[in-house]
T-cell receptor
Framework: KAGVTQTPRYLIKTRGQQVTLSCSPI?????VSWYQQTPGQGLQFLFE???????NKGNFPGRFSGRQFSNSRSEMNVSTLELGDSALYLC??????????????FGDGTRLSIL | TQLLEQSPQFLSIQEGENLTVYCNSS?????LQWYRQEPGEGPVLLVT?????EVKKLKRLTFQFGDARKDSSLHITAAQPGDTGLYLC??????????FGSGTKLNVKP
């Protein structure tokens, strides 16, 4: 069974630009969550999508947005990039249904560096 | 302020030693998970504990969920270099959202 695939693995951008990251979940998983991981803050929850709808949102500014497609693939967009957005962005999928939160399976992340 | 506090932050031990990592909160969690993350990779799930007081064993790793479901511990017996990595706890809050601890970076020296 293929795991969670994130693309690209590495990305270098400059301040003010925007970026789109992609996540393909495990086949059959309808829930996709996004996290930001930095040395100082650890893993911070960004948002969760389920069946193309955002179900939960973390405490990040509106520059961070996402969407999910009918095939459960998800994209995350960050606009007007700031130096502090440099981080490892992780995507996790699960076969969550209703309140039954099944274990999350993580991809290997996209390392975003802002110059 | 983290909802889940992990301690210690760093741990460097010799092969064969035992160690315990703690994950504490003032909040009650529906369930709690432990992950291990290696450099350049995403976290990999080790275990999920759901019931207060639950103890789960995975070879040399023992996981415990506190009776009140506010804390958890991970104990490793006879640590090996292959146990090296970042250990993360994650609590499911209100059956809704996962909160991660800040992590414990473990280095096991041969």
């Amino acid at each position: 069974k293929a795991g969670v695939t994130q693309t690209p693995r590495y990305l270098i951008k400059t301040r003010g630009q925007q970026v789109t990251l992609s996540c393909s979940p495990i086949s059959g998983h309808r829930s996709v969550s996004w996290y930001q991981q930095t040395p100082g803050q650890g893993l911070q929850f960004l948002f969760e999508y389920f069946s193309e709808t955002q179900r939960n949102k973390g405490n990040f500014p509106g520059r961070f947005s996402g969407r999910q497609f009918s095939n459960s693939r998800s994209e995350m967009n960050v606009s007007t990039l700031e130096l502090g957005d440099s981080a490892l962005y992780l995507c996790a999928s699960s076969c969550r249904q209703g309140l039954e939160f099944q274990p999350q399976h993580f991809g290997d992340g996209t390392r975003l560096s802002i110059l | 302020t983290q909802l889940l506090e992990q301690s210690p932050q760093f741990l460097s031990i010799q092969e064969g030693e035992n160690l315990t990592v703690y994950c504490n909160s003032s909040s009650v969690f529906s369930s709690l998970q432990w992950y291990r993350q290696e450099p350049g990779e995403g976290p990999v799930l080790l275990v999920t504990v759901v019931t207060g007081g639950e103890v789960k064993k995975l070879k040399r790793l023992t996981f415990q969920f506190g009776d009140a479901r506010k804390d958890s511990s991970l104990h490793i017996t006879a640590a090996q270099p292959g146990d090296t990595g970042l250990y993360l706890c994650a609590g499911l809050y209100n059956f809704n959202k996962f909160y991660f601890g800040s992590g414990t970076k473990l280095n096991v020296k041969p």
